[in-house]
């Protein structure tokens, strides 16, 4: 199973950016799936979560900014951020929690992609 996140760049402040993420590999099921960041320095943190029925989770930073969203039907996750900070200048990784059959499934951490926000 591999996880290839896209999406990234630099945005102005203020300016929006998507990121998705899709998973690939021999997939029975995709449970909860997740976006990271860390920016330098600093260890690295939940943005936003999803679960496979569509209940969605944001660190309080991000609240009101970003959405999370997925489509089942594609394995994939998404990330629309709004709003942009200098702040959330992190590279940002997508993990998901993989079952590739019934009785076995672990989690799985897509590359990351590198956002900045910056004038």
């Known amino acids: 199973v591999q996880l290839q996140a896209s999406g990234g760049g630099l945005v102005q402040p203020g300016g929006s950016l998507g990121l998705s993420c899709v998973a690939s590999?021999?997939?029975?099921?995709?449970?909860?799936m997740r976006w990271y960041r860390q920016a330098p320095g600093k260890q690295r943190e939940s943005v936003a979560s999803?679960?496979?029925?569509?209940?969605?989770d944001y660190a309080d930073l991000v609240k009101g900014r970003f959405t999370i969203s997925r489509d089942n039907a594609k394995n994939t996750v998404y990330l629309q951020m709004n709003s942009l900070k200098p702040e959330d200048t992190a590279v940002y990784y997508c993990?998901?929690?993989?079952?590739?059959?019934?009785?076995?499934?672990?989690?799985?951490w897509g590359q990351g992609t590198q956002v900045t926000v910056s004038s």
């Open positions: 993990n998901a929690y993989v079952q590739t059959s019934v009785m076995y499934g672990r989690e799985y």
């Open positions: 590999g021999s997939i029975f099921r995709i449970n909860i």
């Open positions: 999803i679960t496979s029925g569509g209940m969605t």
